[in-house]
C-alpha cells in the first residue's frame, strides 16, 4: 500500500515580518507538510522578479503550495510565475495594482515615500505603521517580537516595490480579505473569500478562522 505524500506549503510573511505570525496556523499534519519563508536583504534597487527568483530557491519540493501574507503575497505571485506551483494563496494582499488605495497610487506619483523616515525602523511603533498600518503602543512587546527585520535598505526596498508593483504575469490566486483591512480596504478588492471583521494583521487575530477553513481552500477552492 502507498503512502500518501503530504502537500507542501509555503508561508511567506508580510513586510518586515518573520514566521512567528504564523504560530497560531496549524494544518492538519497527515495531509500537509508546512514550511516558512523569510526575507531576504536586498540588493540595491533590486528588481522584484531578481528577488523572486533568490527566494524560489529556498524551495525544495515540486509543485508546492505557497500561500503570503501582504506584501508576502505579492512576492508568492512572482515566484509563482518562475516555478510550477499547486496553487497560491494570499492574505491581506492585492493581486493587481488596481486594488491598491489611493494613496500607494500618489506615493508612485509623488515619490512620498522616498522621504518617509525609514531610519527609525528601530522603532517598533514607526514600524510597524509601515507593516499593519496601525498603531501598536499597547502592544509593543508583541509586535517587537513579530517584525524582527528592520534593517533600513530593506525597509526602503520594501516600500519602493510594493508602491510600484504592477502585476505583469496574471497568476490565478486565492485571495483572502478582510472586510475591515486598512491597508488594502476591500473596497478595492475584486474576488476574493472575504473575512467579515477581518483586518491587516487577521492572520494573527483570527488564527481560527484561518486553522478551519485553510485546508479546503488549499485542496478544493
Known amino acids: 500500500m502507498s503512502v500518501k505524500s503530504k502537500i507542501p506549503v509555503y508561508f511567506m510573511p508580510g513586510m ?33 522578479k531578481t528577488y523572486a527568483k533568490r527566494l524560489t530557491e529556498c524551495i525544495h519540493h ?30 491581506s494582499s492585492v493581486k493587481h495594482e488596481s486594488e491598491m488605495p489611493a494613496r500607494i497610487h500618489f506615493s508612485r506619483k509623488s515619490k512620498l515615500h522616498k522621504i518617509l523616515p525609514t531610519g527609525l525602523v528601530n522603532n517598533v511603533e514607526v514600524l510597524a505603521k509601515y507593516a499593519f498600518g496601525e498603531t501598536v503602543t499597547n502592544r509593543l512587546e508583541l ?19 510594493i508602491i510600484n508593483w504592477k502585476q505583469m504575469n496574471n497568476i490565478p490566486v486565492v485571495h483572502i480579505q478582510g472586510d475591515n483591512d486598512k491597508v488594502f480596504p476591500i473596497d478595492n478588492v475584486k474576488d476574493c473569500v472575504v473575512v467579515k471583521g477581518g483586518t491587516h494583521i487577521m492572520i494573527i487575530n483570527r488564527f481560527k478562522w484561518f486553522n478551519e477553513h485553510l485546508p479546503s481552500l488549499i485542496t478544493e477552492y
Open 16 to 48: 518586515a515580518a518573520n514566521k512567528l505570525i504564523f504560530d497560531a496556523i496549524k494544518l492538519p499534519e497527515d495531509t500537509f507538510e508546512v514550511f516558512y519563508l523569510e526575507w531576504l536583504i536586498p540588493e540595491k534597487k533590486e528588481p522584484i
Open 62 to 91: 515540486d509543485n508546492p503550495v505557497l500561500i503570503g501574507v501582504s506584501f508576502g503575497g505579492i512576492l508568492v505571485q512572482e515566484m509563482a510565475a518562475l516555478i510550477p506551483v499547486r496553487k497560491v494563496l494570499i492574505i
Open 143 to 161: 509586535y517587537k517580537m513579530y517584525l524582527s527585520v528592520r534593517d533600513k535598505r530593506y525597509i526602503d526596498w520594501a516600500l519602493d516595490t
